[in-house]
Structure formats: structure tokens, C-alpha cells
């Protein structure tokens, strides 16, 4: 079974120039994520998808950061413009309706921006 | 204040070693926790559940103080292999899909 894809798995852009991180759940899992981790800290949650819906964007700094789950399977994380802070690992995760505490995570998307 | 707290170590332990983890949660009503393991540049995968009554997974012991809002995480005999980051994560009560990482601990097994 394909785990969680994400792409690309590397991107460098200098500051003020936008970004898009695209993910692919595994089948079946109704709840997508897309966490941030910084160097030596753990993933902090961005946004979390049930099915279509965003239930959780609390912590989404939408000046700048979107997100969307059309169809309620991919997803696309996007930043506009980007900031040097924004330098950081984009992991996405899926999870399957009833078992709340196994995350299934993609191998992440690195970005640094110069 | 983070809702999940825990020492980052470096823990630097020879092989054979016993190392026991600490993490505290801030929320009391939280329902569920877990342990996730990181290894460098890699993605967290889960490694145990804890359950309130202390659980085993061969060498590894997970064990869930309510009371005093702490999880602990042993790891007995430790193996070249477990070097890694061991994530402490809470399932935040009323929102089940919500899981709080803390920012972990580094462990480092020497031969």
C-alpha cells in the first residue's frame, strides 16, 4: 500500500516569492494534516482536514499561508510571499477515521527561503 | 507555556544502557498519548500508545501518570538502532484528531 506522498520533497526560493507544497494521502484516510517543524522542535499543526472541511486552522497564519482539500483527498499547502522564517520542514499526514492517535506521515517537503 | 513539554537531551547512553524520557502535558482533560519516533531527517512514526494502566512493547515501557499530568517513556538494554528523536504526543480531549507534539528527545547510543 503507497503511504503518504508528498512533493517536492526539496524547494528553494528566495523571500517574497510564493510556494505551493502538494500532498496525497493514503486511501481511505479521511483526515489529512500539514504540520511545520523547525529545526529541534517538534511538528506544530498548521491546519487539519476532515474529509473536505477544514475543522482546525487555528494556528494557519492565512495573511499569507492557504490551503485547500477540494475533492476531499490531495492537498495543496500554499505561501504567499514567502519570509525568511518560513524556512522549515512541511510534513503532511493522514489518518483513518476511528483510530485517533496513528498519524501516517509523508517524508516532508524542505523548504528554505533565501 | 507549551501544552507538551519535554527534556531535548541530548541523552548520550552506551549500548546496554537503561534511559527513561519524561514529558508533561498541561491539559488535564487531555484523553489519549503516545510516543512517535523521529529519526534524523526522517518523518515521526508511532512507536506505542500509552495506556493508563503502563504498557510494554518488548523493551520499550510506556507508563501515564494523570495525576500529575506525566508520561514517561523506558527503554531497557538500548540498541545502536534507537538512536533517534522520541516524540511525546497528546490527543487533545474533545477533538480526537487533535495530536499535540512536544518537541522531543534526542537519544544518542554509543557502542
Known amino acids: 500500500e503507497a503511504g503518504v506522498v508528498q512533493s517536492p520533497r526539496y524547494k528553494i526560493i528566495e523571500k517574497k516569492q510564493p510556494v505551493a507544497f502538494w500532498c496525497n494521502p493514503i486511501?481511505?484516510?479521511?483526515?489529512l494534516y500539514w504540520y511545520l517543524q523547525n529545526l529541534g522542535q517538534g511538528p506544530e499543526l498548521l491546519i487539519r482536514y476532515e474529509n473536505e472541511e477544514a475543522v482546525d486552522d487555528s494556528q494557519l497564519p492565512k495573511d499569507r499561508f492557504s490551503a485547500e482539500r477540494l475533492k476531499g483527498v490531495d492537498s495543496t499547502l500554499k505561501i504567499q510571499p514567502a519570509e525568511l522564517g518560513d524556512s522549515a520542514v512541511y510534513l503532511c499526514?493522514?489518518?483513518?477515521?476511528?483510530?485517533?492517535?496513528?498519524?501516517?506521515f509523508g517524508e516532508g517537503s524542505r523548504l528554505t527561503v533565501l | 507555556r507549551k501544552e507538551v513539554e519535554q527534556d531535548p537531551g541530548p541523552f548520550n547512553v552506551p549500548e546496554g544502557a537503561t534511559v527513561a524520557f519524561n514529558c508533561t502535558y498541561s491539559?488535564?482533560?487531555?484523553?489519549?498519548f503516545f510516543w512517535y519516533r523521529q529519526d534524523c531527517r526522517k518523518e515521526p512514526k508511532l512507536l506505542m500508545s500509552?495506556?493508563?494502566s503502563g504498557n510494554e512493547d518488548g523493551r520499550f515501557t510506556a507508563q501515564l501518570n494523570r495525576a500529575s499530568q506525566y508520561i514517561s517513556l523506558l527503554i531497557r538494554d538500548s540498541k545502536l538502532s534507537d538512536s533517534a528523536t522520541y516524540l511525546c504526543v497528546v490527543n487533545r480531549a474533545g477533538n480526537t484528531g487533535k495530536l499535540i507534539f512536544g518537541q522531543g528527545t534526542t537519544l544518542q547510543v554509543k557502542p
Open positions: 491539559n488535564s482533560a487531555s484523553q489519549s
Open positions: 500509552v495506556y493508563s
Open positions: 499526514a493522514s489518518r483513518q477515521e476511528g483510530n485517533t492517535g496513528e498519524l501516517f
Open positions: 486511501s481511505g484516510h479521511n483526515t
